[in-house]
């Protein structure tokens, strides 16, 4: 099935450090949302967003809406061990009108005290 | 806040015989619900859209004879994953309203 590109694919980082993931895919995008998986656990949403240029944030999470509409980027800053985990972007291209996601291939996440 | 609910969390089984998995949706409706699965360390593919009262949509390469969706209220969408193998090992994982349930280890041995 279709997927969105994704990176960087993992990163390692000190605690305190910002982090930025984002997310492309070749045509538009409508919606844009961004999940935390934890292991063995489903999804959890984080941010979501509808418009293009959209920039919203959830804590120390900021997430926007790519100006192309075919992007999309997560920020998160000071992090904390509790970030560890993966992050997936999902979207809904141009056209569709119902939760059918497609995701992103995933940024794991790793987190040094 | 809403939360969509699946049960059993993990489950083992044998090589030939049938596993079903409930997703509901708590505090909400849902006509449409999704199913996902998920090998390690890979993302979430989309297997399939559960139509209330109707049939379910397969997405191209699954089998509907072997992973069999009833979705017979607003609230409650079953996976039924038939004559189970070592390949159908997995992450099952379904969704309402991007909602997402905590998925269901499946073991087949």
């Known amino acids: 099935g279709q997927q969105l590109n994704q990176s960087p694919q993992s990163m390692f980082i000190q605690e305190g450090e910002d982090v930025s993931m984002n997310c492309t895919s070749s045509?538009?995008?409508?919606?844009w949302l961004w999940y935390k998986q934890d292991p063995g656990e489903g999804p959890v949403l984080l941010i979501a967003?509808?418009?293009?240029?959209e920039l919203t944030s959830n804590g120390r999470l900021t997430a926007q809406f790519g100006i192309t509409r075919k992007d999309s980027f997560l920020n998160i800053s000071a992090s904390i061990p509790s970030d560890v985990g993966i992050y997936f972007c999902?979207?809904?291209?141009?056209?569709?009108?119902?939760?059918?996601?497609?995701f992103g291939t995933g940024t794991r996440l790793q987190v040094f005290p | 806040g809403a939360v969509v609910s699946q049960h059993p969390s993990w489950v083992i089984c044998k090589s030939g015989t049938s596993v079903k998995i409930e997703c509901r949706s708590l505090?909400?409706?849902?006509?449409?619900m999704f199913w996902y699965r998920q090998f390690p360390k890979q993302s979430l593919m989309l297997m399939a859209t559960?139509?209330?009262?109707?049939?379910?949509?397969?997405e191209q390469g699954v089998e509907k004879d072997k992973f069999l969706i009833n979705h017979a209220s607003l609230t409650l969408s079953t996976l039924t994953v038939t004559s189970a193998h070592p390949e159908d090992s997995s992450f099952y994982i379904c969704?309402?309203?991007?909602?997402f349930g905590n998925g269901t280890r499946l073991t087949v041995t």
């Open positions: 969704s309402a309203h991007r909602i």
């Open positions: 045509s538009i995008f409508n919606t």
């Open positions: 967003l509808y418009k293009a240029g």
């Open positions: 999902a979207g809904l291209p141009r056209g569709y009108n119902t939760d059918k996601l497609i």
């Open positions: 505090d909400f409706q849902a006509t449409t």
């Open positions: 559960s139509n209330e009262g109707s049939k379910a949509t397969y």
